[in-house]
């Protein structure tokens, strides 16, 4: 789009202009690129002038101001966490469960993920639970289900829409007779574990020290489902513990400092499908097995496949302040 030359700059070209001049780029570096587009020294200088005398414009660049020197404090963050040797995050590191103080000390204060892999394998959950035990043990329980998400390309987003209540004896054999579908899903916001007819749940979990144990009832969530079952690109506004107690996941794991998922950010959750886009941001995979469990800070970006029939629980009520609702970058505009 081009200006005339006995008029004003176009609209387009003036919010252009005016995000440039909001930056600090060179008033005479946008003047060059206008005139290519055919516009007037004399009506660019003109256009520049009248953009700087609004107040509109000095809000504008002093919020632009602001977001770059918050940007410089995020690069120093990243450059420091890639020479660092305990922030720097090549792989996710699999060990036995820390004891608290190097716990809180070592993952939670910086914020790094981990997979414990002795933790969930001593529970009695992991001998007993499976889909043909819940419909055994908790087959009358009224449960609710998050049904018809493979029609909704926002089955995450619009989960309140997808909500169906059943027994357990019903879902399961619904999960059963699946074959690979992410059409049913109990899924945290489904608060299942809340339902006093599953809360002898509870007795097969035996919590790390560094979870609060009175707290478990309302600071779990159960996750059962087919194969095929995904959990969209999003990050929590809590640290969690994601136990996997009866089949195989994948979680793919992005840094929140990685620009491009905070770019592509809408709420909690992203524009990106790493199965659709799988170069579109730096992930680590991680494989979850029965008896595995993944620390994931607040923050961090998951998207979690199931391989086969799943079944999961993730507890969030460790012993220090866990709620990070401030947290939703996305969310800004």
């Known amino acids: 789009m081009t200006a005339r030359d006995d008029a004003t700059l176009a609209p387009a070209w003036c919010e252009w202009l005016a995000d440039n001049l909001a930056h600090g780029l060179d008033d005479d570096e946008l003047f060059a690129v206008l005139a290519q587009q055919g516009v007037p020294r004399a009506v660019a200088v003109d256009a520049a002038a009248s953009i700087r005398r609004s107040p509109a414009f000095v809000v504008a660049r002093a919020q632009a101001v602001r977001a770059a020197r918050l940007a410089c404090v995020l690069r120093l963050v990243r450059a420091r966490a890639a020479t660092s040797c305990v922030e720097s995050i090549d792989s996710i590191e699999r060990r036995r469960d820390p004891d608290p103080d190097e716990f809180f000390g070592r993952y939670w204060a910086a914020g790094i993920p981990f997979v414990a892999t002795d933790l969930v394998a001593r529970w009695p959950a992991r001998a007993k639970w499976s889909p043909q035990w819940l419909r055994e043990r908790f087959g009358a329980v009224e449960i609710e289900a998050s049904v018809g998400r493979e029609a909704d390309p926002d089955y995450d987003i619009q989960f309140a829409a997808h909500r169906e209540t ?18 049913c899903y109990l899924i945290a916001n489904n608060h299942n574990l809340a339902r006093p007819g599953l ?4 007795d097969d979990v035996v919590p790390p020290a560094y979870l609060d144990a009175a707290r ?51 709420g909690v959750y992203s524009e990106i499908d790493p199965l659709a886009e799988p170069d579109a941001a730096r992930l680590h995979v991680v494989e979850l097995g029965p008896g595995d469990a993944l620390f994931l800070p607040v923050g961090w970006w998951h998207h979690v496949t199931a391989h086969d029939v799943s079944i999961s629980i993730a507890l969030n009520a460790f012993a220090r302040p866990n709620r990070f609702d401030w947290y939703t970058p996305g969310a800004l505009r």
């Open 216 to 266: 478990l009832v309302g600071g779990s969530a159960l996750w059962f489902g087919p194969a095929g079952t995904t959990t969209s690109l999003h990050h929590d506004t809590s640290n969690i513990l994601l136990c996997q107690i009866y089949g195989t996941k994948t979680v793919r794991l992005g840094d929140p400092c990685d620009p491009t998922l905070v770019e592509r950010a809408r």
């Open 166 to 183: 059943m027994t357990m004896a019903a879902y399961v054999d619904r999960v059963l007779a699946a074959d690979r579908s992410n059409d």
């Open 199 to 202: 809360r002898p749940l509870f």
